[in-house]
Nanobody, 123 residues
């Protein structure tokens, strides 16, 4: 089992920045990839970004490229999501996930999920 705990969400004005953290514990060596997804009420969970521990490859959805940056600290089993130039449409609950799937951008590639942290961007 892997436990994931997100932190760092909150309320920010458009154009501002937030940094989310996801601390993993448990059988962390079993997860090759860490991802961030987001969800708003009534919509499907949307892929945001992911990072593979081996090699450090990163992936981003087009809407956040150039604004968001994912990074990881393997010694701390923690992944970070730096979000800059935030827009109201970035408002969502952000979920951290861990998994071993082949494709980074689909939920079923991830076995473990955090509880989520709310990000609200005001206009």
């Amino acid at each position: 089992q892997v436990q994931l705990v997100e932190s760092g969400g909150g309320l920010v004005q458009a154009g501002g920045s937030l940094r989310l953290s996801c601390a993993a514990s448990g059988r962390t060596f079993s997860s090759a990839m860490m991802g961030w997804f987001r969800q708003v009420p009534g919509k499907e969970r949307e892929f945001v970004t992911a990072i593979r521990w081996s090699g450090g490859s990163t992936y981003y959805v087009d809407s956040v490229k150039g604004r968001f940056s994912v990074s990881g600290d393997s010694a701390k089993n923690t992944v970070y999501l730096q979000m800059n130039s935030l827009k109201p449409e970035d408002t969502a609950v952000y979920y951290c996930a861990a998994g071993r799937g082949l494709f980074a951008d689909i939920p079923r590639s991830y076995e473990y999920w955090g509880q989520g942290t709310q990000v609200t961007v005001s206009s």
